[in-house]
Structures are given as C-alpha cells and as structure tokens.
C-alpha cells in the first residue's frame, strides 16, 4: 500500500493544486471503494483474502495519501499566520468524526449481527460519507 501511495501521488500529486476538487473526489471515491473490497473480503473464497484485503488495504493507503495533500492545501487557503491552529482543529474534528463513526459502526454490528444484512448498508454509508464530505470541503476549497 506504502509503495501504491508513492506512485499515486508522483504521477497526480500536482493535481491537488491545480484541480484539488477533482483530487479529492478522486481519493474519496478511492477510499469508499477500498471500504467496500474489504468488507466483501469474507465473501471470496478463502485463497483470495491476502490479495483482496491487500488491494483494499493499499487504495486505502493511496486514498489516505490523497487526503493529507488536501488537508495541506485547506491550511493553506485557511492560514493567517496561525497553521498550528488550524492544523490542531482539523486534527480534533477528524478525531471527533472518527470516533463518532467507530461508535455508529459498533452500534450497526450490536444492532445487526447478520453480515449479509449489514453489507446491504455499505453502500448506503459509502455514497452518504462520499457526498457529505464533498459538499462539506467544496467551501474550503474555493476561498
């Protein structure tokens, strides 16, 4: 995944300049479809998980990769002299997201023990997580 993330980013990190909508469309959908390959992974026969959850794992890493350049380029448009704050705050809301995200999902495994019936909502939370986080940095990106 490390070395998946290394060519990513040398062959379109630039674009996180000069078209940071599109790159970060392209590594949240990135994200959302490592998601779903890793848990489909129980689905494959048992031979196939190394290669399935690797490939899930590195697009994640790449995806992850993607979300940092961003992450650099919202400080930037956001930085007044303050890029400690600024970063300090993305890092708190990023925690706070994840951890209300890490309470949910335990909540959906406690609430829906079959996995067949909880891969119906992958999804449902991939498309939701996809247009909410989209239309959540669009303002960022613009200013």
């Not at 779903?36 to 048992?46: A, D, M």
């Not at 196939?48 to 995806?63: E, K, R, S, V, W």
């Not at 495994?109 to 996995?115: C, E, I, K, M, Y």
Request: charged share 10%; aromatic share 10%; proline share 4%.
């Amino acid at each position: 995944g490390q070395l998946g993330s290394l060519w990513y980013i040398t062959k379109v990190g630039n674009q996180a300049d000069t078209e940071p909508m599109n790159f970060i469309r392209s590594s949240n959908c990135l994200q959302q479809v490592s998601y779903g390959l890793i848990c489909l992974t129980p689905l494959f026969p048992q031979s196939y998980f190394l290669p399935i959850a690797g490939l899930g794992n590195m697009m994640g890493t790449i995806a992850f990769t993607g979300f940092g350049a961003i992450n650099g380029k919202c400080i930037q448009n956001l930085e007044r002299g303050n890029i400690g704050e600024i970063f300090a705050k993305i890092s708190a809301v990023n925690t706070l997201g994840s951890s209300i995200g890490m309470l949910l999902g335990i909540g959906i495994l406690s609430a829906v023990p079959d996995h067949s019936v909880r891969l119906s909502l992958i999804p449902i939370l991939g498309i939701s997580r996809y247009y909410t986080f989209n239309w959540a940095i669009k303002g960022v990106l613009v200013l």
